[in-house]
């Protein structure tokens, strides 16, 4: 029988019966320390519960930290400031100025969701045959690390960051609501095509 990588299909050697011409899978050296330089790319960093310093393009400074909590998670159109979470729209402004304006200081710390990595489930390889059904597997846990940054800021900053967030949470409602109408105009006229 042959011994050949999985991967890189090489031929690595030979085992008994060797009258048997059947492939035997293995993995050569060198594709696995490719898949563990893979493998390496999906370990987070910072690791939850650890803090990094990183420097953002305009040049302040912030702390990257993995948000492990349902109480940390940021969505794309949140910022949470001094640790009052809010969700960024026009309607919401003047409570949020309001909020702002009650701090002491000039500055305040605000925390924003910086990066979301994912990691993907390795393809499936071969194929199905077709008298054994699909395997059903248990729901997959979430495979997302959230990674939040947490700056201090002048006010102002904080405020232009909260009318930046809300005026592009304002263009997709406005572009899920035109989405969401052209569908039902097409529904619309289905419907009046089949009576």
């Given at each position: 029988?042959?011994?050949?990588?999985?991967?890189?299909?090489?031929?690595?050697?030979?085992?008994?019966?060797?009258?048997?011409?059947?492939?035997?899978?293995?993995k050569?050296?060198s594709?696995?320390?490719?898949?563990?330089?893979?493998a390496?790319?999906?370990?987070?960093?910072?690791?939850?519960g650890?803090?990094?310093?990183?420097?953002?393009?305009?040049?302040?400074?912030?702390v990257?930290?993995?948000?492990?909590?349902?109480?940390?998670?940021?969505?794309?159109?949140?910022?949470?400031?001094?640790?009052?979470?809010?969700?960024?729209?026009?309607?919401?402004?003047?409570?949020?100025?309001?909020?702002?304006?009650?701090?002491?200081?000039?500055?305040a710390?605000?925390?924003?969701?910086?990066?979301?990595?994912?990691?993907?489930?390795?393809?499936?390889?071969?194929?199905?045959?077709?008298?054994?059904?699909?395997?059903?597997?248990?729901?997959?846990k979430?495979?997302?690390?959230d990674?939040?940054?947490?700056m201090?800021?002048?006010?102002?900053?904080?405020?232009?960051?909260f009318?930046?967030?809300?005026e592009r949470?304002?263009?997709?409602i406005?572009?899920?609501?035109?989405?969401?109408?052209?569908?039902?105009?097409?529904?619309?006229?289905k419907?009046?095509?089949?009576?």
């Amino acid at each position: 029988m042959k011994i050949v990588c999985s991967r890189c299909k090489i031929f690595l050697g030979e085992q008994e019966p060797f009258d048997n011409l059947a492939e035997i899978k293995a993995k050569c050296p060198s594709c696995i320390v490719k898949e563990k330089e893979e493998a390496s790319r999906f370990i987070p960093k910072p690791l939850p519960g650890q803090k990094q310093e990183i420097t953002l393009e305009n040049g302040l400074k912030g702390v990257l930290w993995v948000a492990q909590d349902k109480k940390d998670k940021l969505f794309l159109g949140d910022l949470a400031v001094s640790g009052k979470k809010f969700f960024c729209t026009k309607s919401g402004r003047d409570k949020f100025q309001e909020y702002l304006g009650s701090l002491k200081g000039e500055d305040a710390e605000v925390s924003f969701l910086h990066t979301v990595s994912i990691k993907l489930d390795p393809a499936q390889k071969g194929r199905r045959k077709k008298e054994n059904p699909p395997k059903v597997e248990d729901p997959k846990k979430n495979h997302s690390i959230d990674y939040n940054c947490t700056m201090r800021a002048p006010k102002y900053y904080v405020q232009l960051m909260f009318n930046d967030m809300a005026e592009r949470m304002d263009r997709v409602i406005e572009i899920l609501a035109e989405a969401s109408y052209e569908a039902y105009k097409k529904d619309c006229q289905k419907t009046i095509k089949a009576v």
